[in-house]
């Protein structure tokens, strides 16, 4: 059975490591667009807070008429 055989261990695979270096500038501009997709992100249009209020309105219409 090759699981009990002494010479059957797995070994580790190798790999190469390539370090990386900081670079504040870089980082500077990556928390800048994340900042304004954030932003973007938040802001909504006024029209879709109006079809969900009146969304909101034909449904409790439709209960009403039909309760």
């Not at 190469?16 to 990556?30: A, G, I, Q």
């Amino acid at each position: 059975m090759g699981i009990f055989r002494p010479g059957s261990r797995r070994k580790n695979k190798s790999f190469s490591y390539e370090p990386r270096h900081y670079n504040p500038d870089e980082d500077e501009d990556l928390k800048r667009r994340m900042r304004s997709k954030r932003r973007a992100h938040r802001r909504r249009n006024p029209m879709s807070l109006l079809y969900l209020i009146g969304l909101l309105l034909f449904a409790l219409y439709i209960y009403q008429a039909l309760g």
